[in-house]
């Protein structure tokens, strides 16, 4: 069974301090992994895909890695706007976007 | 603001009660996915369709179904409700069956 497992839960920093989150993954044959960001009370909203390990991806202050078992997405000088749950999600099998996600972090980034 | 519209934004119920969630893709696309998201579970696939047919199914009860229709647009079943139905249900919508998914902002059910 597809596991992905993220940490840490929660993640409190202070604006400007740079951090990574984790997520961990255990798949029978992986197909893309996906980051997404999620605000209270809204739908996800798609980061990045990473297809095989060694990718690498940025977006503002957004990078997210790829290795054989687990992605790292690392925040450079968070803002208090980046305060989200950051979820991870793999892909497995051809055809479908069939996803499962991790049960996220919770990034709360303070002024 | 993805483009993909789903109604009612809330919707407040009985146990034994029959609701439809309704999910409008964004155009061009041809997939809806449907997930379930409740606090102790994280997101749970439910189901997909792709250009109306169904294409592939996760942990989805046999009380709740789907179809898509020929304008594409989706509408998800839940039957018999529990209390345990409580959450909030999200379409997403890509281009093809295997591309990235954007999703809408869901419905939150609540079942008294």
């Known amino acids: 069974e597809d596991q992905v497992t993220q940490s840490p839960e929660a993640l409190r920093l202070q604006e400007g301090e740079s951090s990574s989150l984790n997520c961990s993954y255990t798949?029978?044959?992986?197909?893309?992994l996906f980051w997404y960001r999620q605000d209270p009370g809204k739908g996800p909203e798609f980061l990045f895909t990473?297809?095989?390990a060694g990718e690498e991806k940025e977006k503002e202050r957004l990078k997210a890695t790829l290795t054989k078992k687990e992605s790292f997405l690392h925040i450079t000088a968070p803002k208090p706007e980046d305060s989200a749950t950051y979820l991870c999600a793999v892909q497995t099998g051809a055809g479908s976007y069939q996803l499962t996600f991790g049960k996220g972090t919770k990034l709360s980034v303070i002024p | 603001d993805s483009g993909v519209t789903q109604t009612p934004k809330h919707l407040i119920t009985a146990t034994g009660q029959r609701v439809t969630l309704r999910c409008s893709p964004r155009?061009?696309?041809?997939?809806v996915y449907w997930y379930q998201q409740s606090l102790d579970q994280g997101l749970q696939f439910l189901i997909q369709?792709?250009?109306?047919?169904?294409?592939a199914k996760g942990n989805i009860l046999e009380r709740f179904s789907a179809q898509q229709f020929p304008d594409l647009h989706s509408e998800l079943n839940l039957s018999s409700l529990e209390l345990g139905d409580s959450a909030l249900y999200f379409c997403?919508?890509?281009?093809?069956?295997?591309?990235?998914?954007?999703f809408g902002q869901g419905t939150r059910l609540t079942v008294v």
């Open positions: 798949v029978s044959g992986l197909r893309g």
């Open positions: 155009s061009g696309d041809l997939s």
């Open positions: 997403a919508s890509s281009v093809h069956r295997d591309t990235e998914a954007f």
């Open positions: 369709y792709y250009n109306g047919e169904e294409r």
């Open positions: 990473l297809y095989s």
